[in-house]
């Protein structure tokens, strides 16, 4: 979590997508760095009732993968498993709507 302040402080010298959406995860999403920089595409659920049927709400599946390229690691270790494609289990952490539309605008300008 970061402290009082430090997230609007910080919103205020980032200048890039890729910035604000590393704030906006680690505020609001409550994860840790290994947790963020260790996520995958397929680990992302951003939307609505989505195909894990784990929550219905727009969420990401924390999955320890010792071995990731970037070496980052999540701390926590909950099972976890792809079916048919998608990740199911692991550490479900819901996403609010800064974190999706940080993340769309991420992947659209950069």
Same mark, same amino acid.
């Given at each position: 979590m970061l402290p009082v302040g430090a997230r609007e402080r910080l919103l205020e010298t980032v200048n890039a997508a890729r910035d604000r959406l590393v704030v906006d995860w680690l505020a609001d999403g409550g994860l840790r760095i290994g947790e963020l920089c260790g996520l995958h595409l397929v680990d992302l659920h951003l939307r609505e009732n989505a195909a894990? &049927? $784990?929550?219905? +709400?727009? &969420?990401?599946?924390?999955?320890?993968?010792?071995?990731? !390229?970037? @070496?980052?690691?999540?701390?926590?270790? &909950? !099972?976890?498993?792809?079916?048919?494609? +998608?990740?199911?289990?692991?550490?479900?952490? @819901?996403?609010?709507?800064?974190?999706?539309?940080?993340?769309? $605008?991420?992947?659209?300008? $950069?």
């Open positions: 894990c &049927h $784990e929550c219905r +709400t727009p &969420h990401i599946h924390i999955c320890h993968r010792p071995g990731n !390229p970037n @070496r980052a690691e999540a701390k926590t270790k &909950h !099972p976890w498993q792809i079916e048919h494609g +998608t990740v199911t289990c692991g550490l479900i952490k @819901r996403v609010s709507p800064a974190m999706v539309h940080s993340y769309f $605008e991420y992947v659209t300008t $950069e």
